[in-house]
Nanobody, 128 residues
Framework: QVQLVESGGGLVHPGGSLRLSCAAS????????IGWFRQAPGTEREEVSF????????YYADSVKGRFTISRDNAKNTAYLHMNSLKAEDTDVYYC?????????????????????WGQGTQVTVSS
């Protein structure tokens, strides 16, 4: 059974930092691109960041560029989202997702419909 489990969310003051983790079980992540998305109840899902399976290609939404860093450690079967200079508008539930990219280790897709596995989400709240 494949599972993605996010952790590292919580309450942080504006300007603070958090590191989200996405740990996989039942699957070897080095054949998967990873995407981070966020969504608040009643709102549309928003893309945050993506990383190819080999870690060489990354993408950041304009809203997080320069503040967030996506990374992965395939040996630990885990991906990360390092979030710095957090703002109130970053408050959301953050989800990681894995996309099987057997055809290219440098590829990722920004389309959430192409992702095969999703985590349950972790809440990030930025508030003073």
């Amino acid at each position: 059974q494949v599972q993605l489990v996010e952790s590292g969310g919580g309450l942080v003051h504006p300007g603070g930092s958090l590191r989200l983790s996405c740990a996989a079980s039942g699957v070897t992540l080095d054949s998967f691109a990873i995407g981070w998305f966020r969504q608040a109840p009643g709102t549309e899902r928003e893309e945050v960041s993506f990383i190819s399976s080999d870690g060489t290609n990354t993408y950041y939404a304009d809203s997080v560029k320069g503040r967030f860093t996506i990374s992965r450690d395939n040996a630990k079967n885990t991906a990360y989202l390092h979030m710095n200079s957090l703002k109130a508008e970053d408050t959301d539930v953050y989800y990681c997702a894995a996309q099987f990219t057997y055809h290219s280790r440098t590829y990722y897709s920004r389309d959430p419909a192409t992702y095969d596995y999703w985590g349950q989400g972790t809440q990030v709240t930025v508030s003073s």
